[in-house]
Antibody, heavy 124, light 106 residues
């Protein structure tokens, strides 16, 4: 079945780095854009980053631009989020999500498949 | 673009109608989606581009609006509909979500 499984979360000190992974299965991963979305404890959803199906385009939340890098390996069906210079404000549950679209070149109209998330805690 | 959802909490009984609002700080055409999130779960896409139901979403979920004002209506609430609902625009980058509306059992 269609599935996304995140991993790589943990407890890290401020200023350190962490890399999240998202393993996809059950669909043609290389045909879909992918997002990272986070949710701080007890808070709402916050979009973090997106990458096009072929990795040719990326966009970021202003507060993570320059610190986070979204990437993908289509041969491994895996999405990544490299997070550097982490701060306590980055503490959250991080979800990967598939970009819903009519085709790989079509408009992305939402996020139609979500993982269960991986928890990142930034604390000294 | 800031999305403001109201009310923050809606207390209703099964069988009643829920009306959730999402207001955008700027014009976003009809580029608005709605998600449902239950505790311990990832969100689920309900509605995209204001009024299109995602695959497998029951007809009791209906989206409407345009421009800056949008509404999600859930008619005849079922027990499984009690959850938190978020709106999200796709008008420009960065994407943003509203703060959420919790639909709770009265």
């Amino acid at each position: 079945q269609v599935q996304l499984v995140e991993s790589g979360g943990g407890v890290v000190q401020p200023g350190r780095s962490l890399r999240l992974s998202c393993a996809a299965s059950g669909f043609a991963f290389s045909s879909f854009g992918m997002h990272w979305v986070r949710q701080a404890p007890g808070k709402g959803l916050e979009w973090v980053a997106v990458i096009w199906f072929d990795g040719s385009q990326t966009y970021y939340l202003d507060s993570v631009e320059g610190r986070f890098t979204i990437s993908r390996d289509n041969s491994k069906k895996t999405l990544y989020l490299q997070m550097n210079s982490l701060s306590v404000e980055d503490t959250a549950l991080y979800y990967c999500a598939r970009a819903a679209s009519t085709s790989k070149f079509g408009d992305q109209y939402g996020m139609d498949v979500w993982g269960q998330g991986t928890t990142v805690t930034v604390s000294s | 673009i800031v999305l403001t959802q109201s009310p923050a909490t809606l207390s209703l009984s099964p069988g009643e109608r829920a009306t959730l609002s999402c207001r955008a700080s700027h014009y976003i055409h009809t580029y608005l989606a709605w998600y449902q999130q239950k505790p311990g779960q990832g969100p689920r896409l309900l509605i995209y581009d204001t009024s299109n139901r995602a695959a497998g979403i029951p007809a009791r979920f209906r989206g409407s609006g345009s421009g800056t004002d949008f509404t999600l209506t859930i008619s005849n609430l079922e027990p499984e509909d009690f959850a938190v609902y978020y709106c999200q625009h796709r008008s420009d980058w960065p994407l943003t979500f509203g703060g959420g509306t919790k639909v709770e059992i009265k």
